[in-house]
């Protein structure tokens, strides 16, 4: 069993994320954004959660995203700083493509602390980092 979630043409304001996989199923969690426009996000463009196991499929098309981080409440590392995809999953199976995007005002661009798999596959668009483009130590 899987979950397959689909959001076109949304605008969200002052959120953690504009996505979140967190899976522990057998089959393949599914999340496609299509022209979502946030501002304000204060950790992450999209987050993969700590489950215990399971795949995801991640992608976001011509989305635009800018980041107001806050002082740090989350007890993650990798939501401590502004970045378009924290990977939280220990030995997680995640691919997330990133289309045509426009997100401003990230330290990072990826961000995992654990060991995991996958792939960040980016394809056009436009991508303000400020420190690092891949932070990881797995």
Known sequence: MSSHVYV???QVENC???GLTHHSG?????LECNKVMARGLRT???IN??????????SYQRCRATFSPSPSLWGSAELSQ????ANMKVSSLITVELT??????????????RACYGGLKIVGGYYEIDNQIFKSKG
């Open 49 to 58: 959660g700590p489950a215990a196991f399971g795949k995801s499929a991640v």
């Open 82 to 85: 502004p970045t378009v995809v």
């Open 26 to 30: 057998t089959g393949t969690a599914v």
């Open 16 to 18: 953690a994320s504009v």
């Open 100 to 113: 045509e995007c426009d997100v401003r005002g990230a330290k990072y661009l990826s961000w995992n602390n």
């Open 8 to 10: 076109n043409d949304t």
């Open 44 to 46: 992450a463009l999209h």
